[in-house]
């Protein structure tokens, strides 16, 4: 089940100092957000940080043949989990998203994007995937994407929903399924995008609004995007300095500890330190791609590529929110945003990162 305690020196560092250093600036960003206050940001998370790292540890020093026999177990719990918390869970700005455990509460979605993303990198080993899979081959984990999807989409969580459909949606195309399927869905999905825009929910249509004007309502639904945008333009090319800048310290922009971070640390940065933070999730991204091209077993080449995908993508998401490019949809900046349930999911991404990129691929590894 676990791997021998000398195979921590055998770990990528560099990926692991990138992971802290990016954890590190995200308190520091937190500590200005609170202007100059430890409490109650940066305090809360440096104590989630601690309090996961055993768990850390303890899915680094997993065999990964261990973690590839139970992907379906750590599937259907993250399921029941995500329908528990539809019935069951803690209702929060109008969703139900969360479930308490151990007097945590826990959003099981995040965990559903790994989860799904290990399922994949089973099935398609099995499948022994080459250069090509056939659409047929491609029903079962596109159906099992869906319920996922949905069971997210109805909390209502549409921007976590969108992520975890287009992680099976790159599993697949990863996998080696041909060009002309994921060319197929584009075309279907623009020609159906009339009838999906009336299934959305009136808050979810005006956030689009908003996000094509944020004029119509400057004092109200706009009012995020707006001062995201003053906050950035504001730093200019080296930022107001650490603790300054009006729109954080005079408490102009809301959500500043988890959507709009980077509004935040931009403001006091500038373009040149919004450079860097760039620039540290690039080789975040690259680290686990690179290694992945020079190993042969799916299971191991999946894993790598999605769920570093999964990090960079939502970096992507969270940096256009803040900068007006996509809809404000409630997507976290990973390791800098407030929250125990992002910061736990994307620990353990990285820790089954750094478990898989430091194994030998000398013998079969799975059957």
Known sequence: ???????????????????????????????????????????????????????????????????????????????????????FGYTGMGAKRWIRIGGFNLQMSEFAKIALVLFMAKYFH??????????????????????VFILVAIQPDLGTAVIILTLGLIAIFYAGINLIYPILSLII??????????????????????????DLDPLGKGYHI???????????????????????????????ETDFVFAIFSEQFGFTGSMVILGLFLFLFLIPIFKSFFLTQVFNKLILFVLSFKIFFEFL???????????????????????????????????????????????????
Not at 8 to 30: A, C, H, K, P
Not at 46 to 68: E, T, V, Y
Not at 230 to 250: C, D, E, V
Not at 331 to 348: D, E, K, Q, R
């Open 317 to 367: 998401i969270n940096i256009s929110m803040t900068i007006g490019l996509v809809p404000v949809v409630g997507v976290a900046l990973p390791f800098m945003s407030y929250g125990g349930s992002s910061l736990l999911s994307n620990m353990i991404i990285c820790a089954l990162l750094i478990n898989i990129m430091s194994i030998s691929e000398k013998k079969r590894m799975f059957s």
């Open 189 to 214: 999905l623009g020609i159906s995008s009339p009838f999906l825009w009336t299934l959305l929910k009136p808050y979810q249509q005006n956030r689009v609004m908003i996000f094509l004007n944020p």
């Open 1 to 87: 089940m676990f791997k021998e305690f000398r195979s921590l020196m055998d770990i990528n560092w560099i990926f692991f100092f990138l992971l802290l250093v990016i954890f590190w600036i995200g308190e520091i960003n937190l500590y200005s957000a609170a202007n100059g206050n430890f409490e109650p940001w940066a305090y809360n998370q440096l104590k989630r940080f601690l309090l996961f790292l055993p768990i850390f540890l303890f899915i680094l020093m997993l065999q990964p043949r261990f973690i590839f026999n139970v992907t379906e177990i750590i599937l259907i719990t993250t399921v029941i989990g995500l329908i528990i918390t539809l019935f």
């Open 226 to 256: 707006i001062q995201s945008k003053i906050a950035i333009g504001s730093g200019g090319m080296r930022g107001n300095g650490f603790l300054g800048g009006s729109q954080s310290s005079l408490d102009f922009l809301p959500e500043k």
């Open 126 to 147: 099995k499948l022994n995937a080459e250069k090509t899979i056939g659409l047929l081959r491609s029903i079962l984990p596109l159906i099992i994407s869906l319920i």
